[in-house]
């Protein structure tokens, strides 16, 4: 069975959509680690977008995640809201620096950081 360029197309979308959510889902974030690279390689997406279309992929994915996570009574609202101030602080830096980095150098920042990560998960 193939598919046509636009089906393959929304097939990717929706995987991406799926390995994302359910990252997020399972380990509480991670679905940024998922989006970004997929956009990246499989759909072609320029570094800049995918990294501000990964942010706004995971919104309603968080959202959801929430809402079960509350509702199972998981969440430490004493690190919670002293996490928040320091994410929003974060966050906002973050998009300001996201607009001064080329592309290049700020897929090596993401690898550095993903392979750092991954080494601190084993270890």
Do not use: Q
Request: net charge positive; aromatic share 12%.
């Amino acid at each position: 069975m193939a598919f046509s360029g636009r089906t393959a197309r929304y097939l990717k979308y929706i995987l991406i959509g799926i390995a994302a959510g359910v990252a997020n889902g399972l380990f509480g974030s991670g679905g940024g680690t998922i989006a970004v690279p997929a956009m990246v390689f499989l759909l072609d997406a320029e570094e800049h977008k995918a990294h501000a279309t990964a942010l706004l992929i995971i919104l309603p994915l968080t959202i959801v995640s929430v809402y079960f996570y509350l509702t199972n009574n998981y969440v430490d609202w004493n690190i919670t809201w002293k996490a928040m101030v320091g994410g929003v602080v974060g966050g906002a830096i973050g998009a300001f620096l996201l607009n001064k980095c080329p592309s290049k150098i700020l897929r090596k920042i993401f690898g550095i950081f993903m392979i750092l990560a991954a080494i601190r998960m084993i270890f």
